[in-house]
């Protein structure tokens, strides 16, 4: 598959985690539910304490499931959607999050619906399927492992919409999702915990 800003959810959300650190804290907390998000709805402080620690990231993205993404440093002023006919609509944060081992994941909520730590060996994960009535084949990207230095950062989420389309896309490719990285030496005491930005999966 080519690596591609894409991410694919069948529950409507996705999820930033460094796989090292995300892992180490359900060992320590003695966690071994592979249905993470409904342990975490059941479990308001633990999940709190995720967000507070920077140990992963959920967003509920509410009403579509596939969407584009990127990333902006201070180093990397230019991206996906400036590059690419796409329109700034929304904007939330400050949120806390830890890299670790110069790696990040971003991936769809299903990862935490049948959590694996086993599935992560690749740099891609995600499968291919029929769609259509052609039968074209199609790769559903899962998640997908970025480089990062390793580190607290402080993330500012930016909400996109494409202004107009270079090639036929379904509608449900409208949306895109930027994140704002920003190192600091610590976390935040007031980053945000809002109700639209946790574990919850929308029916």
């Given at each position: 598959?080519?690596?591609?800003?894409?991410?694919?959810?069948?529950s409507y959300g996705i999820c930033l985690f460094?796989?090292?650190?995300?892992?180490?804290?359900?060992?320590?907390?003695?966690?071994?539910?592979?249905?993470?998000?409904?342990?975490?709805?059941?479990?308001?402080?633990?999940?709190d304490d995720t967000l507070e620690k920077g140990?992963?990231?959920?967003?509920?993205?509410?009403?579509?499931?596939?969407?584009?993404?990127?990333?902006?440093?201070?180093?990397?002023?230019?991206?996906?959607?400036?590059?690419?006919?796409?329109?700034?609509?929304?904007?939330?944060?400050?949120?806390?999050?830890?890299?670790?081992?110069?790696?990040?994941?971003?991936?769809?909520?299903?990862?935490?619906?049948?959590?694996?730590?086993?599935?992560?060996?690749?740099?891609?994960?995600?499968?291919?399927?029929?769609?259509?009535?052609?039968?074209?084949?199609?790769?559903?990207?899962?998640?997908?492992?970025?480089?990062?230095?390793?580190?607290?950062?402080?993330?500012?989420?930016?909400?996109?919409?494409?202004?107009?389309?270079?090639?036929?896309?379904?509608?449900?490719?409208?949306?895109?999702?930027?994140?704002?990285?920003?190192?600091?030496?610590?976390?935040?005491?007031?980053?945000?915990?809002?109700?639209?930005?946790?574990?919850?999966?929308?029916?």
């Open positions: 598959m080519n690596k591609i800003n894409k991410i694919d959810s069948g460094s796989l090292n650190n995300f892992s180490k804290y359900l060992k320590k907390n003695k966690i071994k539910s592979k249905s993470l998000i409904n342990f975490f709805n059941k479990n308001k402080l633990l999940s140990i992963i990231l959920p967003i509920n993205t509410m009403s579509f499931n596939q969407f584009y993404f990127d990333f902006i440093t201070e180093n990397k002023k230019q991206t996906y959607f400036s590059a690419n006919n796409w329109t700034k609509i929304a904007e939330k944060g400050i949120f806390n999050l830890e890299i670790n081992e110069n790696e990040l994941w971003i991936c769809s909520m299903d990862v935490l619906n049948a959590w694996d730590i086993n599935k992560f060996t690749q740099n891609i994960l995600g499968y291919t399927t029929k769609n259509g009535v052609e039968g074209k084949e199609l790769f559903y990207y899962e998640a997908q492992k970025m480089n990062f230095a390793s580190g607290k950062y402080l993330v500012t989420l930016h909400g996109y919409k494409r202004i107009k389309h270079n090639e036929p896309v379904n509608d449900d490719e409208d949306y895109g999702l930027g994140f704002e990285l920003k190192k600091v030496d610590s976390f935040s005491i007031n980053s945000e915990i809002p109700e639209n930005i946790n574990f919850e999966i929308v029916d």
